[in-house]
């Protein structure tokens, strides 16, 4: 176990990049939506997990950026990827084998148990370069949103991930969705606002 630790927190270290200097950009919401009916049936299953904080954004330093650092590559190593099967969508936390679904709450699991607030760690529905859903969790902070993927252990801002989001969480209310406007198609279309508007 300790070579593993070695191993993931090398991995973490290398997937630390520079923070954007520039004006942070944070997902531009709109509307309220329907959460995924996973993320409803994932609730009923783990109710603690779908709670709202009154911190909404954490402030990035050394231990914070550190720490997304290592929750990403450790979830990332710790579980294996396994498609759900055709008409199934199951998001759970104790998988060891899943697709992005898992690999998300997961990550915000942990996050939230190192004390990080829940309202900043947003689940978020996007769509792949290639057009397939997918879910990330996006780490709102003072530079900007952040994300975590399983498709990479590096933690990307969110103009930088060639996502398309769709929809997130809200962080005022512990069920509830927004969509991120606009949802339009192309690596370049995630709807963005900078921070200080």
Request: aromatic share 4%.
């Amino acid at each position: 176990m300790p070579l593993q630790l070695a191993t993931n927190l090398a991995a973490a270290l290398g997937a630390v990049q520079a923070l954007p200097t520039a004006e942070p950009v944070v997902l531009d919401t709109g509307v309220a939506v329907r959460p995924p009916p996973a993320f409803i049936a994932f609730c009923e299953t783990w109710p603690a997990e779908c709670r709202t904080s009154a911190e909404q954004e954490i402030a990035v330093d050394a231990r914070t950026t550190a720490l997304l650092a290592a929750v990403n590559v450790g979830v990332n190593r710790a579980i294996l990827p396994l498609a759900d099967l055709p008409g199934r969508d199951v998001w759970r936390l104790d998988a060891t084998h899943g697709d992005c679904d898992d690999y998300a709450v997961a990550k915000r699991h942990a996050l939230m148990g190192h004390g990080l607030p829940a309202s900043a760690l947003r689940l978020a529905v996007t769509r792949t370069a290639w057009g397939e859903r997918h879910l990330v969790l996006v780490v709102r902070t003072d530079r900007g949103d952040l994300v975590l993927d399983n498709l990479t252990d590096a933690i990307l801002p969110v103009d930088r991930t060639g996502l398309v989001f769709e929809t997130m969480q809200r962080p005022d209310k512990p069920r509830g969705w927004v969509a991120v406007a606009p949802a339009t198609s192309g690596a370049s279309a995630v709807a963005v606002t900078p921070a200080g508007r």
